[in-house]
């Protein structure tokens, strides 16, 4: 793993969450626990000890991709699996409720969704809601981050798209 570059040097630049760039690709927007996005400026200042710091594509910002949420929602580490959902349910949330756009026009809003399918998400949640055994509490997330995917509306908004 490659220490984390200090402020400005050219490993900092190179970063893919950089707050110098003119434009970041949507799978690399970063969220925090409760599903909000977290500027790369401000992911910048999030102090580690709030638990948003890991060893992913730019540990020096906090926060965490759809992919790598997606990941983490595979582990074979009950802990880790249940920050995924519940962090992911809350995404899907907001994003069903038009926190990121309403409209086929809107960039934002369509792009998170592409990450959410790209990552297999929803097939992630609803097999770990639905297996026999393994940790209640894993299967209570996942439950949970479909009920949420449900209350914030998005699968009736873009029903076959």
């Not at 970063?15 to 925090?32: K, M, N, V």
């Not at 809350?90 to 926190?99: Q, S, V």
């Not at 992630?124 to 009920?147: C, F, K, P």
Request: hydrophobic share 35%.
């Amino acid at each position: 793993m490659a220490p984390i570059p200090t402020a400005d040097s050219p490993a900092d630049r190179e970063s893919p969450y950089y707050p110098g760039q003119s434009s970041l690709p949507i799978a690399a927007l970063r969220f925090d626990f409760k599903g909000g996005l977290i500027p790369p400026r401000l992911s910048r200042s999030i102090p580690t000890s709030k638990g948003l710091h890991h060893h992913g594509q730019a540990p020096e910002a906090a926060g965490y991709t759809i992919e790598e949420l997606a990941i983490y929602a595979r582990s074979a580490v009950p802990a880790q699996r249940c920050v995924a959902f519940q962090t992911l349910g809350r995404i899907l949330y907001r994003l069903g409720k038009g926190e990121w756009g309403n409209g086929e026009e809107d960039s934002l809003g369509r792009g998170i969704w592409s990450s959410v399918q790209e990552g297999r998400v929803l097939e992630s949640l609803s097999e770990a809601a639905i297996v026999d055994g393994g940790h209640r509490g894993s299967r209570a997330y996942a439950t949970e981050a479909l009920w949420l995917f449900e209350k914030g509306g998005w699968r009736e908004q873009w029903s076959g798209r």
